[in-house]
């Protein structure tokens, strides 16, 4: 492939959570390899904002609004998109929250459900709408999750986040192994500390009441002395995974998270 072929020209591509964060940052990366976005999100005005982003710059984008935890409404979403392309190449499912973060006794029932169901309802209910489509495409599928419940467990008081977390790996790993022989590779991204605003979603609470004392003079990321990562540096990961370059690729679980996971796990 020459440098300045656009890898996923005339391919269809879908992601959640595009409204901010890394799935606007994935979402600029595939308009510039040449896709034809479909954006997803729960926040039409932040919806609105990328795709307006997308178009000057020629991008080709169209606008989801759906709750990726409602089964009826990513059916009318998935709807809109049949009806529009009937045709999908790509998957990336990034939507989630980090929700509430807390030591186990004070975390509320609803609380709890609505981290799982975001997260891991959330992200069956999308690859379970779009996989027709993807079978017929012979597509891939790439799902966002994170070094929390993965390789770090030192994060005390984020049981629900990282009980998702984990899911989503375990879920990635089973569905590779049966869509294997139709052709759709799905593969997982597990980011560190990335520079975004998903701490907006995030409810702390009492914390220091379960947290282990534990101290890294020198920074918690080897790789940056302690500077986050960027989106960039996940939008690209999950570009190459989506591309033709990763064609034989397919279960696999990458951290984008310079060492920190292993420092901290």
């Known amino acids: 492939m020459k440098?300045?072929?656009k890898s996923l020209r005339d391919r269809v591509a879908l992601i959640?959570?595009?409204?901010?964060?890394?799935?606007?940052?994935?979402?600029?990366?595939?308009a510039q390899q040449g896709a034809e976005l479909v954006i997803l999100g729960r926040t039409p005005k932040e919806l609105a904002e990328t795709a307006k982003e997308l178009k000057k710059a020629d991008a080709k984008v169209t606008e989801l609004v759906?709750?990726?935890?409602?089964?009826?409404?990513?059916?009318?979403?998935?709807g809109q998109l049949r009806a529009r392309f009937n045709?999908?190449?790509?998957?990336?499912?990034?939507?989630?929250?980090?929700?509430?973060?807390?030591p186990l006794e004070q975390i509320?029932?609803?609380?709890?459900?609505?981290?799982?169901?975001?997260?891991?309802?959330?992200?069956f209910l999308t690859i379970k709408q779009?996989?027709?489509?993807?079978?017929?495409?012979?597509?891939?599928?790439?799902?966002?999750?994170?070094?929390?419940?993965?390789?770090?467990?030192?994060?005390?008081?984020?049981?629900?986040?990282?009980?998702s977390k984990a899911a989503q790996v375990a879920m990635v790993k089973m569905l590779a192994v049966e869509l294997g022989p139709a052709g759709v590779r799905i593969n997982v991204v597990c980011?560190?500390?990335?520079?975004?605003?998903?701490?907006?979603?995030?409810?702390?609470?009492?914390?220091?009441?379960?947290?282990?004392?534990?101290e890294y003079p020198k920074g918690t990321i080897p790789l940056t002395q302690n500077q986050p990562g960027k989106p960039e540096d996940v939008a690209d990961l999950i570009w190459f995974l989506s591309s033709p370059n990763a064609q034989h690729i397919t279960g696999s679980e990458v951290y984008v998270d310079g060492a920190q996971s292993l420092l901290q796990g």
Request: glycine fraction near 10%; hydrophobic fraction near 40%; charged fraction near 20%.
């Open 3 to 5: 440098a300045n072929e």
């Open 16 to 30: 959640t959570g595009a409204g901010s964060g890394i799935g606007r940052t994935v979402a600029q990366k595939f």
């Open 66 to 78: 759906a709750d990726i935890a409602d089964s009826d409404s990513m059916a009318k979403a998935f």
């Open 87 to 102: 045709h999908l190449d790509i998957l990336v499912a990034n939507a989630g929250v980090n929700g509430v973060w807390a």
């Open 108 to 123: 509320e029932l609803e609380e709890w459900d609505q981290t799982i169901a975001i997260n891991v309802r959330g992200t």
């Open 130 to 163: 779009a996989l027709p489509l993807l079978k017929a495409a012979r597509g891939s599928i790439t799902v966002v999750a994170s070094v929390n419940g993965t390789r770090i467990f030192s994060n005390t008081g984020a049981t629900a986040y990282s009980c």
């Open 191 to 214: 980011p560190g500390a990335i520079t975004t605003n998903i701490s907006d979603n995030t409810k702390k609470r009492d914390l220091d009441k379960v947290r282990i004392p534990v």
